[in-house]
């Protein structure tokens, strides 16, 4: 039987040993390993939410924190320098100017304070004052290059140049409305009494004149009669004036008339006054004013309908004959008709382009601020700086206009008809350069004389006075000594000698001069005299005296120049030595003493501070091969009359025409002198005396501080409406515009905290109240200076850009952050290039994207420049100027043309120039940063202006700049330290994490594998399966059932077994 079953059976066993132990290995590593998967995504999620929390709570401001802003590392612990490299010149004769020197080369430390600090919860906002100032640490300064460029003589021409026509235009204007302001009313009312009753000489003599001698007389006098409209005007004029006004008292004093009958003709009770009062009713009701409408909203609806003078409802009789315009009444008020809608029919101007309203609004000059009035010369100026540069939107949102077409229809007016006819003169659509030295060559022969009166009435006396003290053996202390103790007056005169030129000089100008000059007040410090007792020296009332003396000197030097007056006048010497050089060419007395007096072509050899010739025969002789000068007739012509030079309209087609050689016979006839060389003269005129040459003797600092120059005054002089521009600032500066006299001592900021939009914190919103990128400049509005916002790109452009020291925080390889430029006033974008470590503290660092720098302006020629690499600046600082990375890194050399700094071409310098931010990513605080920047001026186009430029292409190098910015390390790993923890966290978890889950579900793979192969061998004697049991089970029945024996057995078995189970029941439940 045992054989039987051992012969079909398999032994069951149980699991035991290496299987079950792979299997345990299997589980674990599995489970371990999901774990650490676990571990890796998720922790360094939930570190870096902590870690932003934690950095939103350092970083962004609180309202308790106001008076903190900046002391967190990014404007506080900082160490920040600037360095300058300022390039210069020789000698003022310069052949190349692309070739320069260092000038200078000044290193400061710069300090910045934050003053009147506001927060804003609603705006997310922090506003504040801020002021930096440069304290110098270094400097070298190379005296062998003391000549810079004259900035402000480049500004002035940019200045002219950048206004198109606007000035002349608005001259022409504002004449216009003034004449029609107080024209138009008389004439208009005059015209309406005239037709209706005042042209009948029988009713005028027998009811207006009645009772009056010489009625006739008074009616037919031609200039102030009642037989014409313009002179009937002037009765008009009295009854509006009253018996105060002139022409009341001068009609009366013409006529001879008493004052009761002045009463009779112009008094309330008069028909005159009754006609008056109709006409005045009449347009009252038709224009909905209150009782009378005034002069200008008269002036206003003739100037945009004509409506005044033709609309015949307004008359107040049928007989009344309607004109089209003032003009028609009294042509000699303008070169035309003045109206804006006639002009608009002439010219066949689109009828659609305006209606009734907006020209009315255009007109509105009741007040000379009215935002959408054409009169405004700020207006006047946007519109054509708008229009230029094809900005409609501008145009429209100023002057309430609704379609391009409406623009172009005031352009066409202000251009083609305004100047050819209210001005009476060509517009010859010359250029920029054109316009600019037009402007220039109006003042050049006047204000030269006058330069040159200034200097040489002081000059020339000094100069004869200290001749004359060797001559006649004078000594200092022979005048001193007289009212001052005797060792005083040694002392002070052997500080200020009258044997050397520098001594005398200073003695003479300061008794010229007078006590309240700079001259005196230095001669008082110089020598330690006190003003009482300079006026005593300088006393004229005996030759004994110093002024005594020289007054007698001045007076014989002016008989022997045989002046018209004497002492000689500014004027005349001025004009004498203008013409022919004159006074200095010729010594009159003292000959022998050279160490004063020596004859010269021109006052540059005599000591002029701007070392230019200003003699007229000087400049045409040595820079434009005319071997004479002009003629008094030539300078008459030049300087007054009808084709004078003073006035635009001439100048600007002289300048065109000769320029392009166009009718040069024409003016050849008209100036009695060849044209091609008075134009060439003019320009070295304008160059030299005028602006006082295209290099001038400077600190380099002032390059760096700006300064005052009197050139730009030329802009500012006079009155507006006949040309000058009281907006134009006398401060030049190419450095730092926001700290510097163009706009204002400070600088408003306001920028942005974080805690709304964390990705802005310390972005700008606004500057000096802009919105947008804004100056905040003077502007003139019509009667007097005002600030406002100019936008120098005439374009709005949002800020994005930080102030270089906290960008927005989690930044990363992908991400561009923007620094707000302020020499561009504008963001300059930079990008990513390396990682760099500073000891603990790990950094991204973005250099600057070139491409930001390749700003495309398309065909617009008011950009002036568009070169890659070169970014153009000159809006900003109102100069040619454009801005490059340090030395014209990254520009093209056929760009900045044949360039030489110290020698050297500016590639050999590249390696030294970096422009970076090293930030740390998730605070988003620079670290370190570096700019490089080289500003130049542009001269890739003719400037008229500067005949020394014509031979120069590429871009002068002025300074180039480095400005550097390094946090304090430690500073910032105290407080931000933990950004390194947290980190390092993250990074450790997905660092072992990642690794670890690898190496745990490797591990399972590799038990797995073994605990199968173990389980494959022991199949043979390992535990039987479910299945295989149940059938040897049967198999087992069957047997038992087929032997007898075994099956009797069975039975004996199995009753004992459950007996056994019953009695073990019973012991179960017995216990208890």
């Known amino acids: 039987m045992n054989a039987d079953l051992d012969s079909k059976n398999i032994p069951r066993v149980k699991r035991t040993g290496k299987a079950k132990t792979y299997h345990c290995l299997f589980v674990s590593c599995i489970i371990g390993g999901i774990i650490a998967l676990f571990a890796a995504i998720f922790m360094p999620i939930a570190i870096n939410a902590g870690l932003g929390k934690k950095i939103d709570a350092k970083i962004l401001l609180k309202e308790s924190e106001i008076e903190y802003w900046g002391h967190t590392p990014g404007n506080y612990n900082i160490d920040s320098t600037e360095n300058y490299k300022v390039f210069g010149y020789p000698t003022k004769e310069v052949t190349d100017l692309l070739s320069v020197e260092t000038a200078g080369d000044h290193s400061f430390n710069v300090e910045k304070k934050y003053e009147k600090i506001s927060y804003s919860v609603i705006e997310d906002t922090i506003t504040f004052e801020q002021t930096q100032e440069l304290k110098e640490k270094d400097k070298k300064v190379n005296e062998a290059a003391p000549y810079l460029l004259n900035l402000g003589a480049f500004s002035t021409n940019y200045l002219l140049s950048d206004k198109e026509n606007f000035k002349e235009i608005y001259s022409l204007l504002k004449d216009s409305a003034e004449q029609m302001i107080e024209n138009l009313v008389p004439y208009v009312f005059s015209m309406n009494a005239y037709y209706t009753a005042m042209n009948d000489k029988n009713i005028v003599t027998k009811s207006v004149l009645a009772g009056i001698k010489n009625s006739e007389a008074i009616f037919s006098d031609e200039e102030m009669g009642f037989g014409s409209i313009k002179s009937l005007s002037k009765w008009i004029r009295a009854i509006e004036g009253g018996a105060t006004s002139d022409m009341y008292k001068s009609l009366q004093s013409h006529f001879s008339l008493k004052d009761a009958q002045m009463d009779q003709i112009v008094g309330t009770k008069s028909f005159l006054k009754a006609l008056y009062s109709a006409t005045q009713v009449s347009f009252a009701l038709q224009y909905n004013c209150r009782k009378a409408c005034d002069n200008t909203t008269m002036f206003a609806i003739q100037w945009s309908s004509q409506n005044v003078t033709n609309l015949q409802d307004t ?391 700006g300064y005052e120059d009197d050139i730009l005054s030329i802009l500012r002089e006079g009155d507006f409406s006949k040309g000058s521009d009281p907006s134009v600032q006398t401060h030049v500066s190419i450095n730092d515009v926001y700290y510097n006299r163009t706009l204002i001592e400070d600088v408003t900021l306001e920028l942005f905290t974080g805690n709304r939009h964390p990705e802005k914190v310390k972005s700008a919103r606004s500057i000096n109240g802009g919105v947008y990128i804004n100056n905040v400049i003077p502007y003139f509005n019509g009667t007097n200076i005002t600030y406002g916002n100019l936008n120098p790109y005439q374009t709005n452009i949002r800020l994005e850009g930080t102030d270089g020291l906290q960008f927005g925080k989690n930044l990363g390889k992908g991400s561009k952050p923007k620094y707000f430029d302020v020499k561009k006033i504008q963001d300059v974008q930079y990008k990513y290039v390396d990682t760099k470590s500073f000891d603990d503290i790990n950094t991204l660092k973005y250099d600057l994207d070139q491409d930001s720098l390749q700003v495309s302006h398309e065909d617009n020629e008011d950009r002036l420049f568009n070169y890659n690499g070169i970014y153009n600046i000159s809006h900003t600082f109102k100069l040619p100027l454009g801005s490059s990375a340090g030395y014209f890194k990254g520009v093209e050399g056929s760009t900045y043309g044949s360039v030489k700094i110290d020698g050297k071409e500016p590639s050999s310098m590249h390696g030294n120039v970096e422009n970076f931010f090293s930030i740390e990513p998730v605070s988003g605080f620079t670290i370190d940063s570096k700019r490089n920047e080289m500003l130049a001026i542009d001269v890739h186009e003719k400037y008229l202006t500067f005949p020394d430029l014509d031979k120069v292409t590429g871009f002068i190098p002025l300074m180039n700049s480095q400005a550097e910015v390094k946090i304090n390390e430690q500073v910032f790993l105290n407080k931000y330290g933990f950004v390194n923890s947290y980190v390092n966290g993250a990074f450790y978890f997905r660092v072992i994490g990642f690794p670890l889950a690898g190496l745990l579900l490797l591990a399972a793979g590799a038990f797995f594998f073994l605990y199968t192969r173990y389980r494959e061998k022991n199949e043979s004697y390992s535990v039987m399966s479910d299945s295989s049991f149940k059938n040897e089970q049967e198999r087992l029945v069957e047997h038992t059932d087929k032997n007898p024996e075994i099956k009797e057995r069975y039975e004996e078995t199995k009753d004992i077994q459950d007996s056994t189970r019953l009695d073990m029941l019973d012991e179960d439940e017995g216990s208890p």
């Open 315 to 705: 008359f107040i009789s049928p007989k009344v004959k309607a004109v089209e315009s003032l003009y028609d009444l009294d042509n000699s008020l303008f070169g035309a008709r003045p109206e804006f809608s006639y002009a608009l029919a002439k010219n066949n101007i689109s009828a659609e382009a305006l209606n009734l309203t907006q020209a009315l609004r255009l007109a509105s000059i009741a007040s000379f601020d009215d935002s959408a009035s054409i009169f405004n010369p700020t207006n006047l100026y946007l519109f054509f700086s708008s229009y230029l540069t094809e900005s409609y939107d501008n145009i429209k949102i100023k002057f309430k206009l609704v379609s391009n077409e409406q623009c172009d229809a005031i352009y066409k007016y202000l251009i083609d008809y305004v100047i050819p006819k209210l001005g009476n003169y060509e517009d010859k659509k010359g250029t920029k350069q054109h316009k600019s030295f037009a402007n220039l060559v109006t003042h050049a022969i006047q204000k030269t004389e006058q330069n040159l009166g200034e200097f040489l009435y002081y000059e020339l006396f000094s100069r004869y006075i200290g001749a004359a003290l060797i001559k006649d053996k004078k000594k200092c202390t022979d005048f001193v000594s007289k009212g001052v103790e005797k060792e005083r007056a040694e002392a002070a005169c052997a500080k200020v000698p009258f044997d050397k030129y520098e001594g005398t000089t200073l003695w003479s100008k300061a008794f010229m001069l007078g006590p309240e000059s700079d001259l005196f007040q230095h001669l008082s410090q110089v020598t330690n005299l006190t003003t009482e007792e300079l006026e005593k020296v300088f006393s004229t009332s005996s030759s004994k005296n110093y002024g005594g003396y020289a007054n007698s000197v001045i007076q014989d030097i002016s008989k022997q120049l045989k002046c018209s007056n004497k002492p000689c006048s500014k004027e005349e010497l001025a004009h004498r030595q203008f013409m022919s050089a004159g006074i200095t060419s010729k010594i009159v007395k003292y000959g022998g003493v050279t160490d004063f007096l020596q004859e010269a072509e021109s006052v540059k050899d005599w000591n002029y501070d701007k070392e230019v010739a200003m003699e007229y025969p000087y400049l045409a002789k040595n820079k434009c091969e005319q071997e004479e000068g002009i003629s008094e007739e030539t300078y008459k012509l030049l300087t007054s009359g009808d084709h004078s030079l003073t006035l635009y309209k001439n100048a600007i087609n002289f300048v065109i025409d000769v320029d392009q050689g166009v009718n040069l016979s024409n003016y050849t006839e008209m100036y009695k002198t060849d044209a091609a060389k008075l134009f060439c003269t003019m320009r070295y005129m304008v160059q030299d005396s005028l602006l006082g040459g295209i290099l001038i003797r400077k600190d380099s600092l002032d390059f760096i501080n």
